[in-house]
């Protein structure tokens, strides 16, 4: 990836999306019946056994990408386990070199929107979630293909103690916000000031002199 060469994401959207309310109000009412794929409850039941087995903090880090932050959580957080999940087999398995090198993290294949619900249902002991950079999908009529305004919105608030999300798009982590105050939990909008990037494409937004902000949600006391 190179970098100081990143666009600044181009939207029609003026400022919060008009149906963001009515979207998350119908998702948070209703039951996401998707069914889960094969592949998915496969890696799920994999990691599953490792995560009741550890007897200590779980971290998620959701769409992990190539695993850069998966391992620089691994190594701010010894005593944790931390868990990559990413839909691309090719990012998962890309060999990256860098300098985190740790032996507490796992990265996995599946589809979010499956992982997430089976992980609700086992009732992991997740202490930090994180979504680092998610794909804005800008365009207006894109709204439900954003996380905040998809139909497992309602289990992604139920994992972890805390909720930690980045974009270089303000607006995303504004209806974030908004969606998370909808379903009963505030959380506080700020820039990234880490002298460290967590991913590859924060240190690309940064290189490009465009401002990375972040949205910390408190889930449980």
Partial sequence: MSFGDSKQIITNQPGIHESLTEVVKKHLSHEFKKPIADHTRAAFALVDEKVQNHGGPVILDACCGVGQSTRILATQNPTALVIG??????????????IWQAENYILVRADLNDFYRLL??????????????????????????????????????????????????????????????????????????????????????????????????????
């Fill in 85 to 98: 999940v990413d839909k691309s087999d090719n990012r998962i398995n890309r060999n990256v070199d860098d």
């Fill in 120 to 221: 609700v249902e086992a009732e992991w002991p997740v202490d930090k979630h994180y979504i680092l950079y998610p794909n804005p999908w800008p365009k207006a009529k894109h709204l439900q293909r954003r996380w905040h305004g998809s139909a497992v919105f309602p289990y992604i608030i139920k994992v972890g103690k805390t909720l930690h999300l980045r974009s270089n798009w303000r607006l995303y982590l504004e209806e974030f916000q908004q969606a998370a105050a909808i379903a009963g939990f505030s959380g506080a909008l700020s820039t990234v000031n880490d002298e460290q990037p967590l991913t590859p494409f924060e240190a690309k937004y940064k290189a490009s002199k465009q401002t990375c902000y972040k949205l910390d949600i408190t889930l449980q006391a």
